[in-house]
């Protein structure tokens, strides 16, 4: 009987039950995250859309109305299991890494809308899933090989850092989207400011009509105002929030002018020409590495193609030769 070849099929067989596993765990998360925005518009139709009352001189019989139930099988069974052991698992996330990583995901926008012990649970998960592929890499400890334990090491090496690739991924996003929209938006507020409105209108009317980030930004921060937060504290909210260094240095000018009694409109018209010609820059600096990144897709993929062409017809009057 050949054990190798027993060895070798069991190996594929397991590692494909634990790929089909992370597949499944992955689409059960993506059609939990559709169900909950589902729910979400639903529950905002009912607060609109309601059942008329029936006037209070009609007396109708009681009746016994039997508890509906929400939710599909699959969402009230696995979903439910599945978010029951993730809780399980974040509620042994130290506070001050569950600070810092909530933090994070504020500056990425939540995707997916997670928080840090949910972040923390899913990361184990992935870890261990590592973990679990490094060692059916090196399941024979008789005859372990240093390849393999290389292997190993890389696969949970990037199963570690992988979550928090995406979720850098995700913040650098968000910030370039905020960075590259925040000059219109300088230049709504200076048009809206130069008509008459007042600073928090203009933010108000952007808020209304933008639905990006940035918009939803501004929106947050009329909110907050309107609950009675002083605007220098809603705003430096907002900058906490992004982190993005050009919006931090915009709003510092606008609590500086707001301090020593500037026009509004002035402060705005000048930084958003500002932000167009750093934006310009920076497109020009992207601009300018090109060149640096396309060297190696050129070397990889194009010089050896030239090298075909140049010399392919020369190889059989060269093995001719000798």
Same mark, same amino acid.
């Given at each position: 009987?050949?054990?190798?070849?027993?060895?070798?099929?069991?190996?594929?067989?397991?590692?494909?039950?634990?790929?089909?596993?992370?597949?499944?765990?992955?689409?059960?998360?993506?059609?939990?995250?559709?169900?909950?925005?589902?729910? +979400?518009?639903?529950? +905002?139709?009912?607060?609109?859309?309601? &059942?008329?009352?029936?006037?209070?001189?009609?007396?109708?019989?009681?009746?016994?109305?039997?508890?509906?139930?929400?939710?599909?099988?699959?969402?009230?069974?696995?979903?439910? /299991?599945?978010?029951?052991?993730?809780?399980?698992?974040?509620?042994?996330?130290? !506070?001050?890494?569950?600070? #810092?990583?909530?933090?994070?995901? &504020?500056?990425?926008?939540?995707?997916?809308?997670?928080?840090?012990?949910?972040?923390?649970?899913? +990361?184990?998960?992935?870890?261990?899933?590592?973990?679990?592929?490094?060692?059916?890499?090196?399941?024979?400890?008789?005859?372990?090989?240093?390849?393999? %334990?290389?292997?190993?090491?890389?696969?949970?090496?990037?199963?570690?850092?992988? *979550?928090?690739? /995406?979720?850098?991924?995700?913040?650098?996003? +968000?910030?370039?989207?905020?960075?590259?929209?925040?000059? #219109?938006?300088?230049?709504?507020?200076?048009?809206?400011?130069?008509?008459?409105?007042?600073?928090?209108?203009?933010?108000?009317?952007?808020?209304?009509?933008?639905?990006?980030?940035?918009?939803?930004?501004?929106?947050? %921060?009329?909110?907050?105002?309107?609950?009675?937060?002083?605007?220098?504290?809603?705003?430096?909210?907002?900058?906490?929030?992004? !982190?993005?260094?050009?919006?931090?240095?915009?709003?510092?000018?606008?609590?500086?002018?707001?301090?020593?009694?500037?026009?509004?409109?002035?402060?705005?018209?000048?930084?958003?020409?500002?932000?167009? %010609?750093?934006?310009?820059?920076?497109?020009?600096?992207?601009?300018?590495?090109? *060149?640096?990144?396309?060297?190696?897709?050129?070397?990889?993929?194009?010089? *050896?193609?030239?090298?075909?062409?140049?010399?392919?017809?020369?190889?059989?009057?060269?093995? #001719?030769?000798?």
């Amino acid at each position: 009987m050949n054990f190798d070849l027993i060895d070798t099929n069991l190996f594929f067989i397991l590692l494909g039950v634990i790929v089909a596993i992370l597949v499944i765990g992955l689409a059960i998360y993506v059609i939990f995250t559709w169900l909950k925005m589902a729910n +979400r518009i639903s529950t +905002r139709l009912d607060q609109f859309v309601a &059942t008329e009352i029936q006037p209070a001189s009609i007396s109708t019989p009681s009746q016994i109305i039997p508890r509906e139930i929400s939710g599909s099988l699959f969402s009230r069974t696995i979903i439910s /299991w599945f978010n029951k052991f993730l809780y399980f698992i974040e509620r042994f996330t130290p !506070e001050k890494m569950a600070i #810092d990583m909530e933090h994070k995901l &504020t500056i990425a926008g939540n995707p997916a809308n997670l928080h840090a012990g949910k972040f923390y649970a899913i +990361r184990f998960l992935v870890f261990l899933a590592g973990i679990i592929l490094a060692f059916l890499v090196n399941r024979d400890f008789k005859d372990i090989n240093k390849i393999s %334990v290389l292997y190993g090491i890389l696969v949970i090496g990037i199963c570690l850092v992988l *979550p928090v690739v /995406w979720l850098k991924r995700h913040v650098r996003s +968000r910030q370039d989207e905020i960075r590259r929209g925040l000059p #219109d938006a300088l230049d709504m507020l200076s048009v809206c400011a130069s008509a008459g409105l007042g600073f928090d209108q203009s933010m108000q009317k952007i808020s209304n009509y933008w639905d990006t980030d940035l918009g939803l930004e501004f929106k947050r %921060v009329t909110q907050e105002m309107e609950m009675g937060v002083s605007r220098a504290i809603a705003l430096k909210n907002m900058s906490n929030r992004l !982190e993005v260094n050009d919006l931090s240095q915009f709003i510092s000018i606008i609590i500086q002018a707001e301090k020593i009694g500037m026009s509004y409109a002035e402060v705005i018209h000048s930084q958003s020409l500002q932000l167009r %010609v750093l934006r310009q820059l920076r497109a020009r600096e992207i601009a300018n590495q090109l *060149p640096g990144k396309i060297i190696i897709p050129v070397i990889l993929f194009i010089f *050896p193609a030239l090298i075909a062409v140049i010399l392919g017809p020369a190889i059989p009057i060269i093995m #001719d030769v000798f």
